[in-house]
């Protein structure tokens, strides 16, 4: 199925904002890393040929193992950070567990064979530190075991300075630049790692305000619906009782009272109705937005297309389509990616969801396609499905102007085009 390419989404929408988001988060990952890595590429190969270490296999190459022992450490503990940002505190491993855990141990390991071959306590207790930092501490411990850790490497440059100063050429001027340099290297990990709890706070504020905009809806709603439904429910209750009373003794009057609760009956129909129908008076466009919005807070990557146009489509026909289908993904979950396209085709609205699930689709089956079918079949649209093997689309149709004569139901096609 041939599907039309996406319009440039503002610069402002929601999908823009999640594309920016996921980016810097990923920037600030790849940051550390490319910065630890440079640390150790230029930095420690420094110190090992201006002391004329590096003529010597064996610690050339006890500096490089240390070297990729700590980057694999680094890479890992940014992946468990990651992934312990997605959920709260009292659902993380336990600190004392995340502090004595493997990755924790390689960098210390690393660290030190680093700090060996090189004969620099100043560069392996930098390179520590920086593996220390990389575990998610509570809040304020990160900062204040950061100014601790300040304060001992410029200790350890005091000490190391005479060393340096007798043992490199020119030791003085680059025994500075060392020592600045191994300085700011925790201190610029703890503030990366800072910048990427902000994003991903950032990212957890849009899913959560997603899902209250969605409650609120439902809410409302639903408060609209008990007043109104309560309101009349009692007053037929009463009219009935009123009834009952008089009937013995006038039953023109108990007449009276049952036609006047029949009456409210029949405005709590209409009310409810209407009721109904400002529910779904939201545009489509709108409509496709929320549900857009909705499945990338499941974690989904969402593709939306929408035409300039779209605003003139039926949303009392369509709309419901689009919420029993967000619905459905949210409800049995599963899948990496939806796209929701709408536009027009001729004489015909035509509106395309598609996920990954395959035969598993979660955007509808059974009943659930059987009753978009039939809703759409009444204003003589038509329903068609594909089932690919890593691919589901459902295809609705509809006419430009629905003819509402309470046509057939449509059928569902497993293959095909709009008839």
Partial sequence: MNNPEPRPASVSSPAVLAREVVATSWYIAVSIVFFTASALAVWGLWVLVMTRRLDQPLLAAGYAVGAAVVLVATIVLLARYRRDGDVSDADRVPRLRRFASWPVALGIVGSVVLGVTTMSFLFGAAVLATVLCLVRWGPG???RGVVLVEIALVVLWFAERARLDAAVPGGASMGFALATFSIALPGAIALSLWSWDVVLELNRARAVESRLAATQER?????????????????IALQLELAERMLPRDPDAAAEQIRLARASVDAARTG??????RFRGVPLPDELANAADLLRAAGLRVRLDVAADAVLAPADILGPVVRECTTNVLKHGGGTWAELSLGRDGGFWRMSLANDRGAESAFGSGAGLEGIAHRIGAVGGNLTTRRDPDRFTVVVTVPAAPARDGGASADITAEGMPR
């Fill in 141 to 143: 411990v990160r900062w």
């Fill in 219 to 235: 809410l409302r709603l639903a408060g609209e619906l008990h007043d109104l439904q309560g309101h009349h429910l009692q007053v």
């Fill in 272 to 277: 409810t109705r209407e009721l109904a129908g």
